[in-house]
């Protein structure tokens, strides 16, 4: 079913929208919460989560990209799911993804930040659009589906070497950028 049917059925509020975006995303949506929490259980109730999410939030919401808006949201909420156990079990992919990025990204912002937020994201956007596609992709490997290194070179027929270098270079890039932009 095509995405334009799914959302439809989440305006007539049928309750097979859910098994629709289950068939259609749920692979998907499991892949980034277990590449979050490395817990399979953890991952599918996060997936649970999002389902539970996207049948309170559509309607009013209608996202523009069905894909995006549910790899986002399975993003966070599992983020926050790690959160919670961090203090219980520490390790995995989110931890070490975040502290390679700390160096680049600015400190959590103040309520009143919200619109810097907005252009922050904004501005990294922009940094991504200008990498090269490959660049590009190692990148949101590891940052945004936080696969690991190993993971990359499998995917990418890179070695581990070039792999690293290529995320130290994009990070120093993205340092450089965001002073530029006056975020550092």
């Known amino acids: 079913m095509e995405d334009e049917q799914i959302l439809a059925l989440f305006w007539q509020r049928d309750e097979r929208a859910i098994a629709e975006l289950d068939a259609r995303y749920g692979a998907y949506c499991r892949r980034i919460a277990l590449r979050i929490l490395c817990s399979a259980e953890d991952a599918e109730e996060t997936v649970s989560d999002v389902w539970l999410r996207a049948w309170n939030a559509i309607p009013p919401q209608q996202p523009r990209v069905l894909s995006a808006w549910l790899g986002r949201v399975t993003r966070n909420l599992s983020i926050s799911r790690a959160r919670e156990k961090q203090a219980q079990k520490r390790g995995g992919q989110l931890e ?7 160096e680049c990204i600015p400190a959590p912002f103040s309520t009143e930040g919200e619109a810097e937020a907005r252009a922050l994201e904004q501005s990294v956007a922009e940094f991504l659009r200008a990498l ?13 589906y936080l696969a690991s290194v190993e993971e990359i070179c499998r995917k990418t027929g890179f070695s581990q070497s070039k792999v690293k270098s290529m995320l130290q270079r994009i990070r120093s890039r993205l340092r450089r950028y965001l002073q530029e932009e006056g975020y550092l």
């Not at 070490?96 to 700390?102: D, M, R, W, Y």
């Not at 090269?132 to 949101?140: A, C, N, T």
Request: net charge negative; no cysteine.
């Open 132 to 144: 090269e596609p490959g660049q590009r992709d190692v990148f949101l490997a590891r940052y945004w």
């Open 96 to 102: 070490l993804a975040l502290e390679e990025l700390s």
